[in-house]
Nanobody, 125 residues
Framework: QVQLLESGGGLVQTGGSLRLSCAAS????????MAWFRQAPGKEREFVAG????????NYADSVKGRFTMSGDDVKNTVYLQMNSLKPEDTAVYYC??????????????????WGKGTLVAVSS
């Protein structure tokens, strides 16, 4: 059974940084699409970053390019989202997600099969 567990969220001031973690069990992150999504209050869940397999370059939403970096640790079977230069509009619940092996483009929430429970990121102005 696939399980994803996010951690690392919290409250941070504008311009600050956070690193989110997503520990995966039941599958190896290297061989499956892995992604981060976020959902702000009253808004739809949106794509943040993702890769179709670990050897592929990571895709990013335009709103986070240059500020967020997604990476993975094969030994820990964990993916990370390093978030720098945070803005109030980055405030949301951040979710880790995965699905079956395939090439996803463009990325959408409906493309994903398994989800973590999310971790809250709040950026104060």
């Amino acid at each position: 059974q696939v399980q994803l567990l996010e951690s690392g969220g919290g409250l941070v001031q504008t311009g600050g940084s956070l690193r989110l973690s997503c520990a995966a069990s039941g599958r190896t992150i290297s061989y499956y699409p892995m992604a981060w999504f976020r959902q702000a209050p009253g808004k739809e869940r949106e794509f943040v970053a993702g890769f179709n397999w670990r050897g592929e370059s990571t895709n990013y939403a335009d709103s986070v390019k240059g500020r967020f970096t997604m990476s993975g640790d094969d030994v820990k079977n964990t993916v990370y989202l390093q978030m720098n230069s945070l803005k109030p509009e980055d405030t949301a619940v951040y979710y880790c997600a995965t699905t079956y092996p395939r090439t996803i483009t463009p990325w959408g929430a409906n493309d994903m099969t398994y989800w973590g429970k999310g971790t809250l990121v709040a950026v104060s102005s």
